[in-house]
């Protein structure tokens, strides 16, 4: 009997192998859809906590249902979107937003400022991943006119602007992120969760109209979705850098430049204390920082983009690679095993017993490097990164792990995270010393008072030229900073392309830099979108 | 009371009563014996290949990744430019050295429960019996992944999880076996003659029990690899880096719809190969230990 069944159990995976082989090189099918009305899209993400955003749906811009006062055009430049203009008093405190008049939500209801109000009063009490604690205040002073008092001034409010979707004060009850209602290109049609997301192209729009009049979002795994688009089943797929090489008949393949970044953070204090929710925080080897510049300047990351993303990404040495606010200065020479070699002699690092693993005082130069074990490219970047810096003597041991996991064990470990935003104000959540522990902001407590002062600056500044002047002095100013060049709480890798198969016939015009998460910024421009 | 000797004969239905006297008999334990010899030799060879190969072909080398199959890397290379055969040596040998340390407990636990419940009277008999058939009507892999994960998954959680569940089987075996001894007419008269139970249980009924624990120990070794590489290949094992052949089967699937088909075909060829190799060589162990297939 026994015996039976292991039988059964061998054939069954033997099968399994063969069937997904075979399936693997059959040709690929494909059928011609063009000038139907309608697209198909697998781009994964279905987001867990629906479609609210004042709990975080579209944070990072293009919410689809609901519009924005502000938001970013192709060249991250801020532009009006509901609101017609704004203000910002003298010193700094009152923003005044006036709005369009003529926006009404998809159930015809006119949009006011009493919405917004509603909206940015909700998503502060939200307790959420919005993050609205510079806000003291917003009152619709008319019905077109709405004014935030801010608790002190912040140049980087205006991404607070561009950020969250309008909600309908009439229409916005516990279960809108299921069904949510909004002013926005796209209305709600179904939600089969774990499945698929119907729309409708809103008539109640006020901007361009969309060149589509349903869209269906599949919700695939990645290869799933690349099957999909093998059987031409769906009309644009996001797919892995891995599967980038491998052609698809009928669909062509767009990678978008992203600043979806990944990298290494590393405790930066020394073991021995715990977090609120008594985590262990801190570890006694990166947090001498000759460890995390060793790391920092041994790595390979040319040959990590070449060779793990397929050459579909770019180096990335900064949290904020190429933009505005970035400064060029912070970059660092990596691929150097001498000079890494340096850092380390001239810490005291050094391989007393021979074991090829460097001591310093008698502490050996492991530690473990945790990654989403549900990420294959982290945990490809984490393996490739442990045998780059092997032959320095530091030995990262690479664990998989899921997120609830992570959540406990990213204060002591280092940790494999990815960010990227188009705005400043994530440089603040990740390396400011007060966001240590809160969320996956800041998870290795670093902190460096010239650091904090430059972003206290930078925040407070009034002009946007002025503010960034002090977001690349945080980087690095000649002496110190949170880059690589100086305290290197982190070591970043690569910045991510997103690559999207689109069928050969479908213009999607030409998408921006897109942000961390791959799959719904490329809609962040789908009114133009059409077929060819 | 008369009656046992012919019963025990009764009881046996494999027991070949004609089979083996006509067959040319010293020619087939002779190939029995090859048979086993050759498995038992495969079986060391991956064990040394695994440990004998270095860590440096395991090592992730990105300009050679992707590579099919070649003399130099004879079952291709993986995305990372890791070496296949390398990998899946190791993972065959991690899998060997589980099965090994499960086999080992499921059998101690098999033969403690096994004798408790043929020695120790009614209520626990009846009580091993009962524990003995709820394990069986669990699945395997449900009961598995449900121990494992709950001692928070890794090498332990996949061992203690495979050894708790694969002792039932063999214990319902030993058990029968020993019910039958006890009324056999050497452990009557040893037990007429004064000798104590613990004496009994050890110098005539665990000889008995030798070839069937034996047997039954490579015999569950294929079905705890199995077990082994289905968890890991759910995700509730090991961290995906650990070259276990689960894991390499569950991250090569990912890469077939790529058509980089290697990944998944030479280490799933590799378990076949091994866990037949290990079926072979319990079953002809069996008949040739066994003392009722033994003149064959």
């Known amino acids: 009997m026994a015996k039976k069944r292991i039988w059964q159990l061998a054939a069954g995976l033997a099968i399994m192998a063969l069937v997904a082989g075979l399936s693997g090189c059959a040709g690929p099918k494909s059928d011609n859809t063009a000038a139907k009305n309608e697209l198909v899209l697998a781009i994964n993400a279905e987001p867990e906590g629906g479609f609210d955003p004042t709990t975080g749906w579209g944070r990072y811009g293009s919410p689809l249902f609901q519009s924005t006062l502000l938001k970013r055009d192709k060249d991250l430049q801020i532009v009006n979107d509901l609101a017609t203009g704004y203000q910002v008093s003298a010193d700094g405190l009152t923003w005044t937003v006036k709005i369009r008049k003529d926006v009404e939500f998809s159930d015809g209801k006119p949009l006011t400022a009493a919405d917004i109000q509603y909206t940015y009063e909700t998503a502060q009490k939200s307790n959420s991943v919005v993050d609205l604690t510079i806000m003291k205040s917003v009152e619709a002073a008319d019905d077109d006119i709405v004014v935030f008092t801010l608790k002190k001034p912040q140049s980087a409010f205006v991404d607070v602007l561009t950020g969250i979707g309008i909600v309908p004060k009439h229409a916005h009850g516990k279960d809108y992120a299921q069904h949510p209602i909004g002013s926005g290109p796209f209305k709600f049609v179904q939600w089969d969760k774990g499945q698929q997301l119907i729309v409708e192209a809103n008539p109640k729009y006020y901007g361009p109209k969309p060149g589509f009049s349903k869209l269906t979002f599949l919700f695939l795994s990645e290869d799933a979705a690349y099957a999909a688009a093998k059987a031409g089943k769906a009309d644009v797929v996001a797919i892995p850098p891995a599967f980038s090489k491998q052609p698809v008949a009928g669909m062509r393949l767009i990678a978008v430049d992203s600043v979806d970044n990944r990298g290494i953070v590393f405790p930066t204090v020394k073991a021995g204390g715990k977090t609120e929710n008594g985590y262990p925080v801190g570890n006694d080897v990166t947090a001498d920082g000759a460890i995390r510049k060793a790391i920092n300047a041994a790595v390979d990351r040319k040959a990590l983009v070449d060779g793990i993303l397929e050459g579909q990404g770019t180096p990335a040495y900064t949290i904020c690679d190429r933009l505005p606010w970035w400064n060029a200065d912070a970059v660092i020479n990596d691929n150097d095993l001498n000079g890494a070699k340096r850092i380390l002699a001239e810490a005291g690092w050094k391989d007393a017993d021979g074991d090829g693993i460097l001591e310093k005082d008698s502490r050996k130069a492991e530690f473990t490097l945790i990654y989403p074990a549900s990420d294959k490219t982290r945990q490809a970047l984490a393996i490739a990164a442990a045998d780059m810096v092997k032959p320095l003597g530091i030995n990262m041991r690479t664990e998989g792990k899921s997120w609830d996991d992570i959540k406990t064990l990213m204060h002591s470990n280092a940790v ?54 002090y977001w690349k002095k945080a980087q690095w100013d000649g002496s110190t900073g949170l880059s690589a060049k100086g305290d290197a709480p982190w070591a970043w890798l690569v910045n991510l392309k997103h690559c999207y198969l689109v069928r050969e016939n479908l213009d999607i015009g030409q998408p921006k830099i897109e942000p961390h998460g791959h799959g719904w910024p490329i809609t962040d421009n789908i009114a133009e979108w059409h077929w060819k | 009371m008369n009656g046992s000797q012919f019963d025990m004969a009764a009881e046996r239905p494999g027991r070949p009563l004609t089979g083996g006297i006509c067959q040319p008999g010293f020619h087939r334990r002779h190939r029995m014996a090859g048979m086993v010899l050759l498995s038992a030799l495969l079986l060391a060879g991956i064990v040394a290949g695994g440990i004998l190969l270095g860590d440096s072909r395991v090592a992730t080398h990105l300009d050679i990744r992707n590579a099919a199959p070649s003399l130099e890397y004879p079952f291709g290379t993986d995305w990372l430019g890791r070496d296949m055969l390398a990998r899946t040596l190791k993972g065959l040998t991690l899998s ?201």
């Open chain 2, 96 to 296: 060997l050295a589980i099965g090994l340390i499960t086999a080992t407990a499921s059998v101690g636990i098999a033969l403690v429960l096994g004798l408790m419940a043929a020695t120790l009277g009614k209520t626990v008999d009846s009580c091993i019996s009962w524990l003995i058939d709820l394990f069986l009507s669990l699945p395997h892999l449900v009961t598995i992944i449900l121990i494992s994960f709950s001692l928070g998954g890794g090498v332990k959680g996949v061992i203690v999880g495979v050894a708790l569940t694969h002792w039932p089987s063999l214990a319902r075996i030993i058990r029968a076996e020993i019910l039958q001894l006890r009324s056999a007419e050497f452990v009557l008269t040893s037990r007429k003659l004064g000798r104590s139970r613990w004496w009994v249980a050890t110098r005539h009924m665990l000889p008995h029990l030798v070839p069937q624990l034996y047997v039954g120990f490579v015999l569950l070794f294929p079905h705890a690899i199995l077990h082994e590489a289905g968890v890991t290949f759910l995700g509730f094992g090991l961290s995906p880096q650990q070259p276990a052949i689960g894991i390499i089967l569950s991250e090569a699937m990912r890469y077939l719809s790529a058509g980089i088909w290697w990944l998944a075909f030479f280490p799933g060829l590799s378990l076949l190969i091994m866990v037949r190799a290990f079926d072979v060589l319990g079953d002809n162990l069996r008949r040739l230990i066994d003392p009722h297939s033994a003149h064959e």
């Open chain 1, 416 to 469: 494999m995270l990815g960010w990227g935003s188009h705005t400043p104000l994530e440089m603040y959540y990740v390396y400011y010393s007060k966001n240590s522990g809160i969320d996956y902001y800041n998870p290795g407590y670093y902190s460096n008072p010239a650091v904090d002062a430059y972003m206290d600056k930078a925040l407070a500044a009034t002009g946007q030229d002025e503010a960034n002047g």
